[in-house]
């Protein structure tokens, strides 16, 4: 975990995350190593309340901000990559849930996700639409008194973990592929047949291979606000700048690694200066940039909420595309910077120093949500964006 970074992302006030933070750095390697799931971390979430921190406090929860959040994102992302993106993940759902289901039948289920502490999943993509996660295949049937819905999902993070899996369909089955909702499936009333293996090179811990989803539940059980909205107001800005704030943690952690092994260096030469020192140096002005980055984007995020608008500009959706573009970039340039600085102890992975978990895990986020197929949505947005306006 990160001990002495640069200036810090807003103190949470009253998310105190010590006891999950430890407990995700104590199994971090044993986690990488078995591909599985995080459960200190997450249980240790649980008890400290970290859960429903998001969700609003007149139904359970704790109305934490996004800047909150996002810090404790950060220090999890520091200490276990994986764990850190379960709770991102998990928050990015909870907030959708904030914005978009405090009304109406749906209201009780989100007071009983955050009375229980449950863990929230997520289901977006389906193997038929290539990871367009506007449009769907599969669509919400109803059955007497109940819904039904099979999906066949490539990659579900965390699903068989997870207490809620929030599932995008169609509104019903005669309705064309971008009219979609967002269903809460519960765990006791839902059935997944894995079809994939989870064997990456990195993040292995979210425990994401594909499942056919297939669920029977309440018609309350469908927020009642169109998906789209709910995406760009909330999904897409929530998931880049919690994500971002894991992969600086990440960043976090390499460069906390280099500068042991600069300060080592010196203590063996007193009074000189080590050639590591400049090394260090440049790789700061990285590690700055990329804080600065993600902080400037939190705010943005932050004063878009607080100007209570429902639709986001283009301008914002660009930005939030961008932060997603550049912090996927900035913690490969940080973490590959601290690995060469440490040279051959960074390359063990015997060595305190050792780099590899997070390099490894560095290189995911360019592919978890394509870069490419993000510029392919920027290249459409472009067109219509005429300024800061």
């Given at each position: 975990?990160?001990?002495?970074?640069?200036?810090?992302?807003?103190?949470?006030?009253?998310?105190?995350?010590?006891?999950?933070?430890?407990?995700?750095?104590?199994?971090?390697?044993?986690?990488?190593?078995?591909?599985?799931?995080?459960?200190?971390?997450?249980?240790?979430?649980?008890?400290?309340?970290?859960?429903?921190?998001?969700?609003?406090?007149?139904?359970?929860?704790?109305?934490?901000?996004?800047?909150?959040?996002?810090?404790?994102?950060?220090?999890?992302?520091?200490?276990?990559?994986?764990?850190?993106?379960?709770?991102?993940?998990h928050h990015t759902q909870a907030l959708s849930l904030r914005f978009h289901a405090t009304e109406g039948p749906v209201a009780a289920l989100t007071r009983r996700i955050a009375e229980t502490e449950a863990l929230?999943?997520?289901?977006?993509?389906?193997?038929?639409?290539?990871?367009?996660?506007?449009?769907?295949?599969?669509?919400?049937?109803?059955?007497?008194?109940?819904?039904?819905?099979?999906?066949?999902?490539?990659?579900?993070?965390?699903?068989?973990?997870?207490?809620?899996?929030?599932?995008t369909a169609r509104r019903s089955a005669e309705s064309p592929p971008t009219d979609q909702v967002l269903v809460l499936c519960p765990q006791d009333e839902t059935e997944l047949e894995q079809t994939s293996q989870?064997?990456?090179?990195?993040?292995?811990?979210?425990?994401?291979?594909?499942?056919?989803?297939?669920?029977?539940?309440?018609?309350?059980?469908?927020?009642?606000?169109?998906?789209?909205?709910?995406?760009?107001?909330?999904?897409?800005?929530?998931?880049?700048?919690?994500?971002?704030?894991?992969?600086?943690?990440?960043?976090?952690?390499?460069?906390?690694?280099?500068?042991?092994?600069?300060?080592?260096?010196?203590?063996?030469?007193?009074?000189?200066?080590?050639?590591?020192?400049?090394?260090?140096?440049?790789?700061?002005?990285?590690?700055?940039?990329?804080?600065?980055?993600?902080?400037?984007?939190?705010?943005?995020?932050?004063?878009?909420?607080?100007?209570?608008?429902?639709?986001?500009?283009?301008?914002?959706?660009?930005?939030?595309?961008?932060?997603?573009?550049?912090?996927?970039?900035?913690?490969?340039?940080?973490?590959?910077?601290?690995?060469?600085?440490?040279?051959?102890?960074?390359?063990?992975?015997?060595?305190?120093?050792?780099?590899?978990?997070?390099?490894?895990?560095?290189?995911?986020?360019?592919?978890?949500?394509?870069?490419?197929?993000?510029?392919?949505?920027?290249?459409?947005?472009?067109?219509?964006?005429?300024?800061?306006?």
């Open positions: 975990m990160t001990t002495e970074s640069t200036t810090e992302l807003a103190q949470p006030a009253g998310l105190d995350s010590t006891a999950a933070v430890a407990a995700a750095a104590a199994a971090a390697a044993d986690v990488d190593r078995e591909a599985r799931f995080p459960h200190e971390a997450v249980a240790a979430m649980r008890a400290a309340g970290l859960l429903s921190a998001s969700l609003p406090a007149d139904l359970g929860g704790r109305s934490a901000s996004i800047t909150e959040l996002a810090h404790v994102a950060r220090k999890l992302g520091a200490a276990c990559s994986s764990a850190g993106m379960v709770f991102a993940m929230l999943a997520s289901s977006t993509t389906e193997i038929t639409t290539g990871g367009d996660t506007g449009s769907s295949t599969c669509a919400v049937v109803p059955d007497g008194d109940a819904i039904v819905l099979e999906k066949n999902a490539p990659v579900i993070s965390y699903g068989a973990y997870a207490d809620y899996i929030c599932t989870w064997d990456t090179l990195g993040f292995r811990g979210t425990c994401s291979p594909g499942f056919l989803l297939r669920t029977r539940t309440s018609p309350d059980h469908v927020v009642p606000v169109p998906y789209s909205t709910i995406s760009a107001h909330t999904m897409l800005p929530s998931s880049h700048t919690l994500w971002g704030s894991v992969w600086l943690g990440i960043a976090d952690a390499a460069v906390d690694k280099a500068r042991v092994q600069v300060r080592s260096a010196a203590r063996r030469t007193p009074g000189q200066t080590p050639p590591q020192a400049a090394k260090l140096a440049d790789l700061l002005v990285l590690h700055q940039r990329f804080e600065s980055s993600v902080a400037t984007e939190l705010r943005r995020y932050e004063d878009f909420l607080a100007s209570g608008e429902d639709e986001p500009t283009i301008g914002f959706a660009i930005a939030m595309n961008n932060l997603k573009l550049d912090t996927s970039l900035a913690v490969v340039d940080v973490v590959a910077g601290a690995l060469a600085l440490t040279g051959i102890n960074g390359y063990r992975e015997d060595h305190a120093a050792s780099m590899g978990r997070l390099l490894r895990d560095a290189y995911g986020p360019q592919v978890m949500v394509s870069n490419d197929r993000i510029r392919a949505n920027n290249s459409k947005l472009v067109l219509a964006y005429r300024g800061r306006a």
